[in-house]
């Protein structure tokens, strides 16, 4: 008889490991930085307030990484990664190591 899974124990329910380390440091990051860092002039903010990592993921950050985080609400963290030029000339967005400029280019 198969077990359903409102009967499984919470070790059978387990969370990829570092999950609950990323949402105490995503949480901790909100706490201190509630609303949208973006500079005026953007438009309106627009959605709930998202941690975004300095680093992203492509560029040589990690999510279980270090690497600082920025405010954003949900429509100025989708401009910043459709704009990433922009963004990292506003300091929205770093990259992890000088050799991606040229890979980048």
Do not use: V
Request: with cysteine; charged share 35%.
């Amino acid at each position: 008889m198969k077990r359903s899974p409102i009967a499984r124990t919470p070790m059978q329910r387990r969370k990829p490991k570092g999950r609950d380390e990323w949402a105490e440091r995503r949480d901790a990051h909100l706490k201190a930085h509630p609303k949208c860092e973006m500079p005026d002039g953007y438009g309106e903010h627009w959605g709930p307030i998202d941690a975004n990592h300095l680093f992203p993921r492509g560029m040589g950050g990690t999510r279980k990484d270090d690497s600082p985080l920025i405010s954003l609400c949900r429509k100025h963290h989708a401009w910043a990664e459709s704009y990433r030029e922009k963004a990292r000339e506003m300091g929205m967005l770093l990259r992890r190591n000088p050799d991606a400029l040229q890979r980048d280019a």
